[in-house]
């Protein structure tokens, strides 16, 4: 029976994608891309020569309806983002919700994803824990979404670029205290991968004194409010403040 194949891809390493995806990126008819041209070097890699087609945050409500009769034809398909797993801050939502409406079957091929595997390696508790994908750009906005989470008990994991790494871990100082503990994970399974543990205020001064924690792939994770702790304002108290900031000039 046709089916959508939501295959997860590495995040830097290419042997990363297990024997399973690889035979099922081979077996399907079509597999949908983010970027034809990016995901081409990696099925080159494994001898992947399945025909491609893009569909990303631009088209993707459109092409659902192609995909869809694709499926209609008998023909199975496999999505694909440009690096670990698709609808994880990346396209596909609107396509397996469109897909499922339609009656078809969606199966994941699990593989890897930035927020899981720092989560896992971070030392941070894992037990329970929330992705926030990525934060607003705009300072406002951003300081908005964190005074939001002050208070939240579960280890918060975050996607950033490393052009505003140090904006947001800025942020992140105000909005839950510099004292907090966290972890920015970089370059994950790549040759520079690295993890950078302590406090808001001791991973800003690391990152600020040393340019090359500002590049590459970064995934910022922080632990959760513990309303035991005694070197925190009480959690009310912290909430105004970060309120107050966004307030000020
Ligand atoms: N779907 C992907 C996943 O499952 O992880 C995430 C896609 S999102 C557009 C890209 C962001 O993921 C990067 O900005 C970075 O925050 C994080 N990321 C991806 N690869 C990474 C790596 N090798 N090391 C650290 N972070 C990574």
């Known amino acids: 029976t046709p089916c959508l194949y939501i295959v997860a891809t590495p995040i830097g390493q290419f042997d990363d994608l297990s024997p399973r995806a690889v035979e099922i990126l081979n077996s399907v008819d079509w597999i949908a891309c983010e970027d034809t041209r990016h995901s081409g070097h990696l099925f080159a890699h494994h001898q ?11 088209n993707e409500r459109q092409r659902a309806q192609w995909l869809i009769e694709q ?12 690096a670990g797993t698709p609808l994880i801050s990346d396209p596909g939502y609107h396509l397996v919700k469109q897909v499922r409406a339609a009656g078809y079957k969606v ?19 894992s037990d329970r824990f929330s992705f926030e994908g990525f934060l607003p750009s705009k300072e406002k906005a951003r300081l908005d979404k964190l005074a939001a989470l002050a208070q939240d008990p579960r280890t918060l994991m975050f996607y950033e670029s490393p052009r505003r790494v140090l904006n947001s871990l800025e942020s992140l100082a105000q909005a839950f205290g510099g004292d907090r503990e966290m972890v920015l994970a970089r370059e994950l399974t790549k ?6 543990h302590g406090s808001i205020d001791d991973i800003i001064e690391r990152v600020s004194n040393d340019p090359d924690q500002q590049k590459g792939e970064i995934v910022l994770l922080v632990r959760g409010y513990d309303s ?8 009310d108290a912290l909430a105004t403040l970060a309120l107050l900031q966004t307030e000020l000039p």
């Open 228 to 235: 035991a702790s005694k070197d925190e304002l009480p959690a």
């Open 48 to 58: 992947i020569k399945t025909r491609t087609t893009a569909i990303h945050d631009h």
């Open 107 to 125: 199966s994941a091929i699990p593989g890897a994803c930035a927020a899981i595997a720092a989560l896992s390696a971070s030392g941070l508790p």
């Open 191 to 196: 040759t520079f991968e690295t993890y950078l």
């Open 71 to 82: 499926l209609e034809q008998g023909k199975s398909c496999a999505l694909v983002s440009d």
